[in-house]
């Protein structure tokens, strides 16, 4: 999921927490479409999808910004979910201050 998380997920994340006026977001990738585009949705929404695995709907079933104390400030903070082009995949709690410049680790 890192080599996927880049300043454009940060960037669209942002948007979206100005468009929903809120930063309890859940930011989806879906690489098995054609022409795969981030996505935001309300998290409490998809926390309640059955369509989701039960492991991905009970880690949304905080708002990333309650992960405060691991974290960092949860004002930059959202839920990122991958889903890869084998149906696989990875959901986790992002912040800002994960986005290291490039060339740094």
Known sequence: MHEILDERVFNFAQAAQQHFATNDLLVVLDLRD????????????LAEADELPL????????????LEEVLGSPAQSFWFLVIYEDEDSDCAAINAAMLEPRGQA
């Open 34 to 45: 054609d022409a795969p585009e981030l996505q935001a949705l309300p998290r409490q929404r």
């Open 55 to 66: 492991d991905v709907r009970l880690k949304l079933a905080r708002p990333a910004a309650d």
